[in-house]
């Protein structure tokens, strides 16, 4: 009887082999738990860069297509003959892209006497899309300016003008008469960022040529 009480119980060497078995279970099971938790911190990434551009995009679609033309003062107060102001970030010391007028500003009463008409520019500063809005239509060097951060990681931006049936590299195209109040009739954004490369967004502008 003894004997066989005895030989019921596990051998070190059994014991040893089975807590082997179960460091390598949990060691496979943390490895496969943080490759999930790393494919997921990537794949939520992506979809935030994503949903950046999207929002992006449709902000700048719809503040051009609301462009309206008008004349306008810089902060100095002298009169600027160019209703859209347009150029390559790299041309302006503080980077500005685009500015123009647009409506349709939220206002938060209908019997407000406040103008539905807002000034818009974007801006690129340290490899960030800035847009900045204000309701001063004729803002001075002291004006607040409402800014927000639309993407970051921009590495590079470009802007096409598309003229009475031809592609323009500026705006006004070399040969317009300043003050006209010319607008193009489409507007091409081509940009790089740190995730997208080869970005290009195509605007239509209403009233263009």
Do not use: C
């Not at 994503?50 to 810089?74: I, V």
């Amino acid at each position: 009887m003894r004997r066989q009480d005895r030989q019921q119980g596990f051998t070190l060497i059994e014991m040893l082999v089975a807590v082997g078995l179960l460091s390598l279970l949990g060691l496979a099971s943390a490895l496969a738990l943080n490759s999930a938790l790393r494919s997921q911190s990537i794949i939520g990434a992506k979809q935030d860069a994503l949903e950046q551009l999207q929002r992006t995009q449709r902000l700048l679609s719809r503040d051009l297509e609301q462009l309206l033309l008008r004349p306008s003062r810089d902060s100095f107060g002298n009169p600027l003959d160019l209703e859209l102001i347009a150029q390559q970030p790299e041309a302006s010391d503080n980077g500005l892209l685009l500015q123009f007028f647009k409506t349709g500003r939220r206002l938060l009463k209908q019997s407000s006497p406040s103008s539905r008409l807002e000034q818009v520019r974007y801006r690129v500063e340290e490899q960030q899309l800035i847009r900045e809005t204000t309701s001063v239509l004729d803002p001075a060097g002291s004006t607040p300016w409402h800014a927000g951060v639309l993407m970051d990681q921009v590495s590079q931006i470009q802007l096409r003008f598309f003229h009475q049936q031809q592609w323009h590299q500026q705006w006004p195209p070399l040969a317009a008469t300043a003050g006209t109040g010319l607008l193009p009739a489409a507007i091409e954004i081509q940009w790089q960022t740190a995730r997208f490369s080869d970005l290009s967004q195509l605007i239509l502008i209403p009233g263009g040529s």
